[in-house]
């Protein structure tokens, strides 16, 4: 293979007899000469770390940023969306599937350098870049050389993700990454390791890093029917939510349909997901909503204060009523944890 062509991966040391240890994710691979990583990505030439995936891109969108979702960042607005393939986790239920655990060799590519990103993103009228759709950490040399460039540009960043980094990836990306969306697939190790082959503590922490370092956080759980969806799990899930953000944490709860590997199950039911919008609200968290249910009641931000209708959400279409550009309420002043008003 013509090393020429690809780029050598960042995050990574050389051991003995031309093996490597990729320090990127919590996996830490060692990876032997000629081999690939977990992200089947990554992979060992002659004892160098290369990423396959540089500038290699299987999709792009302009999708509203609710999709991500993010409901307290820009609302209203659509963002320039892209993604390649591969992914650090092995989740049964990815609904991506198709690309998050596919190779370059499974899907035609678009070559696509940084500069070219960026131009493009300015060209749809996008304010900001969305690495989506897959796993952005896997992707990390590209989208950090794109958002750079982008940021320069005076666009934003996001990065929808499974939180799986290390911490001086991490630090290093947040320069030029003002939103995550954040999957907590679970909250306990026993489904991490059955259900996505990874841990739960290394989420856990890039979350309150991510939140340290100044990015807006919100945060998905997708309840799955008999694997993550008892009460006591989705109760210890919202009281570690209200200990990192407070009363101000933003938590998107998502509905589970049947895919990839777990074909078997049924969706969840609208009693469960009824009851995780109960249980996080009683404890103490103001901003809970409900994906794929298609309720406007469950996707609309309310003032915590006086109850008011903030921003009405029915599907993707986006109405801003009693909230002034500064993100306080109109009705009673209360302050409200929103970036971007666009009215």
Not at 55 to 84: C, N, Q, R, Y
Request: glycine residues 6%.
């Amino acid at each position: 293979m013509d090393t020429n062509i690809l780029k050598e991966a960042l995050y990574y040391k050389k051991l003995e007899s031309k093996k490597v240890r990729c320090e990127l994710c919590p996996h830490r691979c060692i990876i032997e000469n000629g081999k690939i990583g977990i992200c089947n990505v990554r992979k060992n030439i002659d004892g160098s770390l290369y990423s396959l995936v540089y500038g290699k891109v299987s999709a792009i969108a302009m999708d509203p940023i609710e999709k991500k979702p993010l409901f307290h960042f820009h609302p209203g607005t659509w963002i320039f969306s892209i993604s390649t393939v591969g992914c650090n986790l092995k989740c049964k239920h990815c609904q991506n599937w198709e690309i998050s655990q596919a190779t370059i060799d499974n899907l035609p590519l678009r070559h696509m350098s940084p500069e070219d990103v960026v131009k493009l993103a300015l060209e749809e009228g996008s304010s900001g870049i969305a690495w989506t759709y897959n796993e952005p950490t896997i992707w990390f040399e590209f989208n950090l050389e794109t958002s750079k460039i982008a940021k320069d540009k005076g666009l934003y960043g996001v990065y929808v993700t499974n939180g799986y980094i290390n911490e001086d990836p991490l630090k290093e990306i947040s320069k030029y990454i003002d939103a995550m969306n954040i999957d907590v697939k679970g909250f306990t190790e026993d489904f991490y390791r059955k259900i996505v082959s990874g841990k739960l503590e290394p989420v856990l922490e890039t979350v309150k890093r991510a939140k340290d370092l100044g990015v807006h956080v919100e945060i998905t759980y997708l309840i799955i029917p008999t694997l993550n969806d008892n009460t006591e799990e989705i109760r210890k899930f919202s009281k570690w939510a209200f200990d990192v953000f407070g009363e101000n944490a933003i938590v998107h709860f998502s509905r589970f349909h049947p895919d990839y590997m777990l074909s078997n199950l049924y969706e969840t039911p609208m009693k469960t997901m009824l009851s995780a919008y109960e249980i996080a609200k009683e404890e103490g968290i103001n901003f809970v909503y409900l994906g794929n249910v298609w309720d406007e009641k469950y996707e609309t931000t309310y003032c915590p204060n006086c109850g008011a209708e903030l921003i009405k959400r029915s599907g993707y279409r986006i109405e801003i009523r009693n909230l002034n550009p500064d993100g306080t309420c109109k009705v009673c002043g209360r302050k409200i944890p929103i970036i971007g008003i666009h009215q």
